[in-house]
């Protein structure tokens, strides 16, 4: 047998060699996300203080980009935009799921229960781009909308949805709750599956309705996944551009406008590069205000 | 679990709306795409003379195999390096632990949230400046980049969960990193693996702010990103806009109806890692 010291000095030996192996496994992982994310990100705060047409000279402007962001309408207004979409890609998925989910958590096992499985999902496997046209399509004047609320007799509200300032922006919602609402479902069904079907059967017989039953039982037993959702459909509704670039390319005027757009207007469009950085940071900054405390907040309640 | 009669016949009236409700777009797309292509067509309605020739007129105008190709090309230049990245990353993060790989995964977390917008201008004269603008390349090395912090973190939430006495049985009987790593981690991570690969394969599919800002070929683009150059070439025609975008979402569709159980998993335990 070994004397004690040796052996201890290969164990260190040993385990300095994991170490070794284990941060070269992590090369590769660490330089694709240094050279394409972190680095860019470094480009982007070091333009966002320069004034630059991305061909010429730069001249350095300080704070000047980041102050208009908070003093321009066009930019401010896109931003709140943004967080009206919150209404549409939020409060609508998470609160129809979770109406739909409580209503069929009873639904068994078969054929219907797989079916709406698969059509619900549907939104979730084609590109928003292609949502977004078919949404555009659905909102013309001789579209479907229109069609259908003439056979309810509700002819006189058809208008073209997309081109009217009133309706534009909570019409592009929409199509965000459209491809929201089934993956919201889904993962909501999911959720009270794992609830203690015990909780259900000792409050019916203390005799307590549906209400109660939902807010004493159902929406506790699913927060995390509440928490899950709310994290993803805020970033969805913030950082929103494919479906808003070809349904309305943020038309009319400046009506369905959002910070992604924005960014690629003012960045390539109007070549000021330096404004559209500066924009840049300012979302992701915005999206990390918002996201964290939602995360903060589902950590605390599950202590 | 006892639940009234009502209730469950409330519940299938709503679960039958909302499934209307998410195919009626798709049923609207059909309509228009099956109605006179140099006409404007209106709503929902089967057309007495369907005219399937809109998707063969879209399918070359819109040159949908070569669109396909370099679509394929991205996901294959994407996919696979993501996988093997990220394997190797969650593996040491995961299972040997290493010192400091805390630090590392928090470094991953905070790249988690960070919307593509805010990168799209830097990766614009980056991919400039490598002289990568305008090719595939440009959309392949900054996606295996942004789908990191997800992939290590996904993988990592794998390895993490695979019991040490497995590993330490392997080393016992004298197996080395790499014997352990292949014969023990790496048939327990194929479920994990193939749920990753099928969602980074839909992100990349259908990628489409990178592909219009970094391609300016549509035909050299992602599936997604060429619905623009639809748009631009059918601006006249929405029966043939449909045709063509219907085209476009299609394969997607069937490779998510022949997989769809596994689909769905792997969107739902990708929505609560994320």
Redesign the interface.
């Known amino acids: 047998m070994s004397h004690p010291v040796a052996r201890r000095a290969t164990a260190r030996a040993a385990a300095r060699r994991?170490?070794l192996?284990?941060?070269g496994?992590?090369v590769?992982?660490?330089a694709?996300?240094l050279?394409?994310?972190?680095?860019?990100?470094a480009?982007?705060v070091q333009?966002s203080f320069y004034d630059w047409n991305?061909v010429g000279v730069a001249t350095w402007v300080g704070v000047e980009n980041y102050l208009k962001v908070f003093a321009d309408q066009a930019l401010l207004g896109s931003i709140t935009n943004a967080f009206i979409l919150i209404a549409f890609f939020t409060i609508i998925p998470v609160g129809?799921g979770l109406?739909?989910a409580t209503?069929?958590?009873?639904?068994r096992a078969g054929w219907?229960s797989n079916?709406?499985?698969?059509?619900?999902?549907?939104?979730?496997?084609?590109?928003?781009?292609?949502?977004g046209?078919?949404?555009a399509?659905?909102y013309?004047q001789?579209?479907?909308v229109?069609?259908?609320f003439g056979w309810l007799g509700l002819g006189f509200l058809a208008r073209p949805w997309l081109a009217d300032y009133g309706t534009a922006l909570p019409a592009v919602g929409l199509i965000g709750s459209?491809v929201l609402?089934?993956?919201c479902?889904?993962?909501l069904l999911?959720g009270i599956g794992k609830i203690d079907?015990s909780l259900?059967?000792a409050i019916?017989i203390d005799g307590a309705g549906?209400w109660r039953e939902f807010f004493t039982i159902t929406l506790p037993g699913l927060r995390q996944?509440i928490a899950?959702?709310v994290t993803?459909t805020v970033?969805a509704a913030?950082?929103s551009?494919?479906i808003i670039?070809?349904s309305t390319q943020g038309g009319p005027g400046r009506a369905t406008m959002v910070?992604?757009l924005l960014?690629?207007r003012i960045?390539?469009t109007q070549s000021d590069?330096g404004q559209?950085?500066a924009f840049?940071?300012v979302?992701?900054l915005l999206?990390?205000a918002v996201?964290l405390p939602i995360q903060r907040l589902s950590r605390a309640a599950d202590r | 679990?006892?639940?009234s009669r009502t209730?469950?016949l409330?519940?299938?009236v709503?679960?039958v709306v909302?499934?209307v409700?998410?195919?009626?777009?798709?049923v609207?797309?059909l309509?228009?795409a099956l109605q006179p292509a140099d006409r404007?067509?209106?709503?929902?309605s089967w057309p007495t003379d369907p005219q399937w020739g809109n998707f063969v007129t879209a399918f070359e105008v819109g040159h949908v195999w070569r669109l396909m190709g370099s679509s394929v090309l991205i996901v294959l230049g994407v996919v696979p390096v993501s996988l093997?990245?990220?394997t190797?990353?969650g593996?040491?993060?995961g299972a040997?632990?290493?010192?400091?790989?805390r630090g590392?995964l928090i470094?991953?977390v905070l790249?988690l949230?960070?919307?593509?917008?805010?990168?799209?201008?830097?990766?614009?004269?980056?991919a400039q400046a490598m002289g990568t603008l305008n090719t595939q390349w440009a959309i392949i090395?900054?996606l295996?980049?942004?789908f990191?912090?997800f992939?290590?973190f996904w993988m990592r939430a794998h390895f993490v969960n695979v019991p040490p006495e497995l590993s330490e049985a392997a080393r016992v009987d004298g197996a080395n990193?790499w014997q352990e790593f292949r014969r023990i981690q790496l048939p327990l991570a194929t479920p994990a693996l193939s749920a990753l690969a099928i969602l980074l394969f839909?992100w990349t599919?259908?990628q489409?702010?990178l592909p219009?800002?970094l391609v300016a070929n549509p035909l050299d683009r992602t599936?997604?990103?060429a619905?623009?150059f639809?748009?631009g070439q059918y601006y006249s025609s929405?029966p043939l806009?449909?045709a063509g975008?219907l085209i476009?979402?299609t394969p997607?569709?069937v490779v998510?109806?022949i997989f769809?159980r596994q689909?769905?998993r792997a969107?739902?335990q990708g929505?609560?890692k994320?």
Not at chain 1, 35 to 41: D, E, H, R, S, T
Not at chain 1, 115 to 131: E, G
Not at chain 2, 40 to 44: E, K
Not at chain 2, 113 to 126: H, K, V
């Open positions: 994991v170490t192996i284990g941060w496994l992590l590769p992982a660490l694709a996300y050279g394409f994310v972190v680095w860019p990100l480009l982007g333009y991305g129809v109406v739909l209503l069929i958590r009873s639904l219907f079916l709406s499985q698969t059509v619900l999902f549907l939104p979730q496997i084609i590109p928003l781009a292609a949502a046209i078919a949404w399509w659905m013309a001789t579209g479907t229109n069609q259908v459209w609402t089934g993956l479902t889904v993962l999911t079907t259900y059967e019916r549906w996944e899950v959702l993803l970033i913030l950082s551009f494919d670039y070809t910070p992604g960014i690629y960045g390539f590069v559209a950085s840049g940071i979302l992701m999206v990390l996201v | 679990m006892r639940t209730e469950l409330l519940g299938r709503l679960l909302a499934i409700l998410t195919v009626a777009p798709l609207s797309m309509s228009a404007n067509p209106t709503g929902l093997l990245f990220a190797l990353a593996y040491a993060l040997l632990r290493v010192r400091g790989g590392v470094f991953f790249g949230t960070i919307p593509f917008e805010a990168l799209i201008i830097p990766l614009y004269y980056q090395f900054p295996i980049g942004l990191m912090p992939s290590v990193i839909l599919w259908n489409f702010l219009v800002v599936v997604a990103g619905l623009t639809f748009q929405i806009l449909n975008a476009i979402i997607a569709i998510f109806l769809q689909f769905i969107l739902l929505a609560v994320g």
